[in-house]
């Protein structure tokens, strides 16, 4: 997930981490559901802004923004740097508490557009004053709504207040409909995953609209999606398939069948993290457990690499104690810059792959190649994978060991009569563990977060709030009242748009993506954390 240059003598290899677009975060939440969201919304942004400002290694999040739509436009953040700014951050979040819970207002129709237009206007102020190298990172800005209103009457009122506002510098347009009911979370909770291209509608013109429960790991999910590559510029990966052994899936007439893939991260690897278990293992540690491949595919196309099969497992026929390093997921691409007709066959392609490979019960042995270069009389060291169908449109790949990394390890054969008195002992004990059917991450907590905020607050120190109008948060507002200081934007407000028939246009480049977002966990995480402090 990493784009970039590196300079010096050598020929130029990329090395930067690919960086997320600077986001806009708009919540749009009246009274009285305010007091329902406040809560596990804050909650939410601080666990995940502990783990955005804590990884080490290049920035994932470049710029971020925050406005409040109740009666009226509000900006609570100006842009700034999400690395090194926790404290600043802190200070939002803690503003986003007191704000008022109680009462009602008339909200102004125009208010969300107003926010809109303001943050892209300050957003492109903000990369007039910022040095040229840097501006040139801050081509686009994404834009979210986080909602309680009905997400299609959002959408509506998108299009109709932006029909004639300059969208060119927007990448993309969001919006999120908190759902009002809180369900019962079911006794086993899938591990997150992205939802496929039939669970969110897009509506009007490339404005995505999503659901997500009202609660903390709802949210702290839906956050987290922001740390994910979600570059469209190429494809990843190349995974080389020989034709012949797979004649059910295309009838190609050259000896290998090309697969496009883009590669997504399962999980944050603790070595990134400081504090943890392996916090002294460092992203760029041969030691490190942060997986090669995904750092070298990730980067700029002179470095795309392939994976090519070289052989098929039985399912069962690979020792787990063999892999190593954390996995990646592959799915088939999205980059834009093929046409569809391409993307389509190639999706085709790599689904006919999973369901092959489940019905026949396979894994697949791959070796990482780059995908051109010269020759060279010293041959690189190779590494192998294995690639693991699932029952969704995926692929995990997992590094496994080869001879010169193998230690000696016998394995006598397990002796086949116990003592009974053991035997009984130990049932016992078995007996009186909890079974469950399956391992559920979000019911398991290590106290991460509360540690995280902790390290940072006593690094960066804490900024006091300094807000001359909390006295006017803590009593309803009446219909139509303006609380003009209390507006911070960097920029003036913007006039009311005139209306015109036209529909707002993003560049042809941008392609949503859809996520899923799962029950959470019985018991909140909040009460864990406080025991903990």
């Keep these: 997930m990493y784009h970039g240059r590196s300079t010096g003598k050598a020929p130029s290899t990329p090395t930067q981490i690919y960086q997320q677009p600077p986001r806009l975060l708009i919540v749009h939440i009246a009274l009285p559901s305010w007091a329902g969201v406040c809560s596990n919304l804050c909650e939410a942004l601080q666990n995940f802004f502990s783990l955005a400002c804590s990884l080490m290694g290049p920035s994932r999040m470049s710029l971020f923004s925050l406005y409040m739509v109740q009666n009226q436009h509000e900006c609570i953040l100006p842009f700034v740097q999400v690395k090194g700014n926790f404290a600043r951050l802190q200070t939002c979040i803690s503003e986003l508490r007191t704000l008022q819970q109680e009462g009602c207002f008339k909200a102004h129709s125009t208010s969300l557009q107003l926010a809109v237009e303001d943050g892209l206007q300050q957003f492109k102020q903000y990369t007039r004053h910022v040095t040229t190298g840097a501006a040139l990172s801050y081509t686009s800005l994404e834009i979210t709504v986080l909602t309680s209103q009905p997400g299609k009457e959002v959408v509506k009122q998108l299009e109709e207040g932006l029909k004639d506002t300059d969208l060119v510098r927007v990448r993309r347009l969001q919006v999120v409909e908190i759902t009002k009911g809180v369900l019962e979370c079911p006794d086993s909770v899938s591990p997150v995953e992205e939802s496929s291209s039939d669970e969110s509608s897009i509506l009007g013109t490339d404005i995505d609209l999503q659901t997500i429960d009202n609660d903390v790991v709802s949210m702290e999910i839906f956050f987290k999606t ?9 494809e990843h990966i190349h ?12 009838r190609a007439r050259d000896d290998s069948i090309c697969l496009k893939c883009d590669l997504q991260e399962r999980l944050l690897s603790p070595s990134l993290l400081p504090g943890t278990a392996d916090g002294s293992l460092r992203m760029d540690d041969p030691k490190g457990d942060f997986c090669t491949l995904y750092q070298m595919a990730s980067r700029s ?75 060279s009389l010293r041959a690189p060291p190779s590494t192998f994978y ?11 790949v997992k590094a496994v060991a080869t001879r010169e990394l193998l230690l000696p390890s016998p394995f006598p054969l397990l002796p086949e009569d116990p003592p009974d008195v053991s035997l009984q002992t130990v049932e016992r004990v078995l007996d009186s563990l909890e079974l469950e059917p399956t391992y559920n991450p979000l019911q398991a907590w290590s106290h991460l977060y509360s540690h995280l905020r902790s390290t940072l607050t006593k690094s960066q120190g804490r900024l006091q709030p300094r807000w001359e109008s909390r006295a006017l948060r803590k009593h309803p507002c009446k219909a139509g009242q303006l609380q003009t200081n209390r507006v911070r934007a960097t920029v003036a407000p913007l006039p009311m748009t005139p209306t015109s028939g036209r529909a707002p246009k993003l560049p042809a480049a941008s392609k949503p993506s859809s996520e899923a977002f799962f029950w959470p966990a019985r018991e909140g995480e909040v009460e864990e954390q406080e025991e903990e402090e």
């Design 386 to 396: 294995v690639i693991v169908p699932s029952r969704s449109p995926t692929l995990l």
């Design 301 to 375: 196309s002179a470095s795309r690499y392939k994976l090519r099969v070289i052989k098929a497992l039985n399912s069962s026929g690979i020792c787990e104690s063999l892999t190593y390093g954390l996995p990646f997921i592959l799915r088939p691409t999205s980059c834009w810059q093929l046409d569809w007709d391409e993307l389509e066959t190639n999706q085709q392609h790599f689904h006919a792959l999973c369901h092959s490979l489940l019905k026949r019960e396979w894994l697949l042995l791959a070796k990482a190649e780059p995908l051109s270069g010269g020759h």
């Design 226 to 234: 922001w740390l994910h590559n979600s570059g469209t510029d190429q």
């Design 239 to 250: 995974l080389l398939l020989p034709s012949r052994c797979f004649s059910n899936i295309s």
